[in-house]
């Protein structure tokens, strides 16, 4: 496989740790709306986040399949329209499966600015089925969702890279 | 380095499973379809309540934090903060005493003119205590989830109320937990009595996108006036009669319109409850509608001669 020259050979990843992060991110999702925000229209959806960069990492373990299924639960768990969310991660997982391959070839920042879009189409695509069904626009301040997500990209990707970026030899001298 | 150590390997030549392409049709497609049946033909209850019940684990996890701040707030609580509330709680007694002997009078004089009239007994309904776990993280509806569900012996379509009026009702019910539509949500109405004319009206949530409440329908020249107490009818066979709904706030008459534009404060806590009463919806202990009794003036098409 073709790799950007003097990038890192990574380990192999962990099913259970993308099991696992997946389910943290949906936590920190409910953390922030029973806790902090509330039902606010910009709160970050840091589970979308966390499954297109799984999309981009690992095309092979998650994929639109799984997307739908976390999909669903949020919709449960959020109450709102079953299917809504389902639909916006599937189309979200869609395109990050779509764009893994160039990705990796830039910087974090600049994969920021390339995912930016992506956050953008899953939240129209979710305003546009509210809609449809009858509800209020719920203000611009939703705006800044996408923003806030496309910012956490950078921090996500070191945080969830940082296992596979372990020595594969590890001695007392190198425990990591 | 022993084999296996690196991401890396060549993607399978022949296995490669559905493109992502048909993947996304199917899912999509099957997405559009849950969505049609849970709009509009409410048929995804089961695979919501089973969901719910697996998220359940999660949902206790998240609700943590906030309890180990409670329950840091009250140990800090000062003796002097419920000393001053004792004082405050006594002076109300004590000003609510009057009112209770009128009451007991009244109730008295309410319960034999009742039955002069014999009209039923008043509608009592039995109340369950719940309280409110998080509001529901969809910024489309105004919802609130509450602690108690299908296996506390919750009822879809209760009303819910807390310590001074009206809240919502309860619109779903999972096994463990149930949602409440506050009654600000712009697809909730109930409907109101006047307490100072007795004109009765319908109230209904999220008048243009504030968390207030409009009566709509009220002719122009209506008898109402701002600052009117609205309580709950009791017509409508669910809610209680009496129960407090709202203050009117404002009141705009239009010259292009032949109604008034009423907004109304709600009464209940809809932002800051904590502690709610649900109650049994009043539809159960009605006795059904006696059955169409045929006149014999009307004759009727295609019926028994």
Redesign the interface.
């Known amino acids: 496989m073709i790799m950007p020259r003097g990038q890192q050979l990574l380990l192999p990843a962990n099913p259970w740790f993308i099991f696992f992060s997946l389910l943290l991110a949906q936590l920190i999702n409910m953390l922030l709306n029973m806790v902090v925000l509330g039902n606010a229209a910009w709160a970050p959806d840091f589970l979308a986040v966390v499954l297109v960069f799984w999309c981009v990492h690992q095309p092979q373990r998650v994929g639109i399949g799984v997307a739908f299924l976390f999909g669903l639960f949020n919709d449960v768990q959020q109450s709102s329209l079953l299917g809504q969310h389902a639909l916006s991660y599937t189309v979200l997982a869609y395109c990050a499966v779509l764009i893994h391959r160039r990705l990796l070839w830039f910087k974090e920042p600049k994969q920021s600015l390339q995912v930016l879009p992506l956050f953008v189409l899953a939240h129209v695509l979710e305003l546009l089925v509210r809609l449809l069904s009858g509800s209020l626009f719920p203000g611009w301040w939703m705006l800044l969702a996408p923003v806030i997500e496309a910012l956490s990209w950078p921090v996500v990707s070191v945080l969830l890279l940082a296992p596979q970026r372990r020595a594969p030899d590890p001695d007392e001298h190198r425990p990591l | ?1 022993p084999l ?5 390997k ?2 399978a030549f022949f296995k490669h499973g559905m493109s ?2 048909s ?2 049709v199917l ?2 497609i ?6 049609v ?3 509009r033909y409410g048929m ?1 209850q089961p ?2 309540a089973t ?2 019940l ?2 359940y684990p ?2 206790w ?3 943590r ?2 309890w180990v701040i409670d329950e840091a707030g009250r140990f800090f609580e000062g003796r002097d903060a419920a000393q001053a509330q004792v004082q405050a709680m006594s002076l109300k007694l004590q000003q609510q005493a009057l009112r209770s002997g009128q009451v007991e009078q009244l109730s008295l004089e309410n319960q034999q003119l009742r039955r002069l009239l014999d009209l039923r007994e008043r509608l009592s309904s039995s109340a369950l205590a719940a309280e409110v ?11 609130v ?1 509450i602690d108690k569900g299908a296996l506390q012996g919750v009822q879809p379509s209760s009303p819910v109320m807390d310590d001074v009026g009206v809240l919502g009702q309860v619109t ?1 019910v999972m096994p463990l937990v149930s ?1 409440v539509t506050l009654v600000i949500d ?2 909730q109405s109930i409907p109101v009595l006047n307490t100072r004319t007795g004109a009765r009206g319908v109230a209904y949530g ?1 008048a243009g ?1 504030a968390p207030l409440l409009e009566l709509r329908y009220m002719a122009a020249n209506a008898d109402i006036e701002v600052g009117d107490l609205l309580t709950t009818s009791g017509v409508d066979a669910i809610y209680p009669p009496g129960v407090p709904v709202a203050v009117v706030l404002k009141v705009e008459r239009r010259a292009e319109s032949v109604f008034a534009r009423i907004l109304c404060q709600p009464q209940g806590r809809v932002y800051g409850a904590r502690h709610v009463m649900v109650l049994e919806p009043l539809g159960r202990q009605v006795p059904p509608r006696p059955p169409h009794e045929r006149s014999g003036t009307l004759p009727i098409k295609g019926g028994p001669r």
Do not use: Q
């Not at chain 2, 296996?4 to 890396?8: E, W």
């Open positions: 380095m296996g150590t690196i991401d890396r060549p993607p992502a392409l993947k996304l899912f999509a099957l997405s559009v379809l849950l969505m049946a849970d709009a995804t695979l919501r969901m719910s697996l998220l999660l949902e996890l998240s609700l934090p906030r776990l998080y509001d529901s993280a969809d910024p489309f509806t105004r919802k989830v779903r949602e712009r697809e999220e996108g």
